[in-house]
C-alpha cells in the first residue's frame, strides 16, 4: 500500500469516527433533551392558568366481579301417583294464566314451603289426607 493510499484510507476512517461521534452526541442530546422535558413536565398539571404543583393521579384497582355461590342442587327421584301427577300439571297451568312460567320442581318446592309454614295440628291433618305410595321404581 502506498502513502497516498494510506492517508485517504486514515483521513476516511477519521471522518467516519468524527461523523459517528457527532451523530452519538446528536443521539445522547435527543435523550437529554427527552427526558429533561419528561422530568419538567411529570407530575405537574399543564392546564392553563394551574399552579405547577404536582398533582397526583389515583389509580382505582379494578374490581373483579364477585360471583354469588352456587346454590347446592340435590338431584332426587319421586313417585307420584298419576292423581298427584296431574295436580302438579294444573297447577303449572294455573301459573301459565297467570304469565308465570314454572317447573313441576318449582311447585313441589313451593308445596315444602308452604306446608312448613302449616302449625302442627294443620300439619298431621294435611298428613292423614296423603294416601300412601309404594316406594321403588314399577316393574
Known amino acids: 500500500m502506498n502513502d ?14 468524527d461523523s459517528a461521534k457527532k451523530a452519538g452526541e446528536a443521539h445522547v442530546d ?6 429533561s422535558k419528561l422530568s419538567d413536565n411529570f407530575g405537574r398539571n399543564d392546564t392553563p392558568g394551574s399552579s405547577d ?3 397526583l393521579s389515583v389509580i382505582k ?5 364477585v360471583h354469588p ?8 327421584t ?5 292423581e298427584d301427577y296431574a ?5 303449572q297451568n294455573h301459573a301459565l294464566l297467570l304469565a308465570r312460567s314454572v317447573s313441576r320442581s318449582e311447585i313441589v318446592r ?19 289426607k296423603v294416601p300412601k305410595v309404594k316406594t321403588g321404581r314399577p316393574r
Not at 497516498?4 to 469516527?17: M, N, Y
Not at 319421586?78 to 298419576?82: E, I, K, N, Q, V
Open 30 to 35: 435527543k435523550f437529554a433533551r427527552a427526558e
Open 53 to 55: 404543583t404536582p398533582v
Open 78 to 82: 319421586f313417585s307420584f301417583p298419576l
Open 110 to 128: 313451593l308445596g315444602l314451603k308452604l306446608v312448613a309454614e302449616l302449625p302442627d295440628e294443620k300439619f298431621v291433618a294435611a298428613l292423614d
Open 61 to 65: 384497582p379494578v374490581a373483579k366481579k
Open 4 to 17: 497516498k493510499s494510506k492517508d485517504s484510507l486514515a483521513s476516511g476512517i477519521l471522518r467516519g469516527v
Open 87 to 91: 295436580i302438579i300439571e294444573q297447577q
Open 69 to 76: 355461590p352456587r346454590e347446592v342442587v340435590v338431584r332426587d
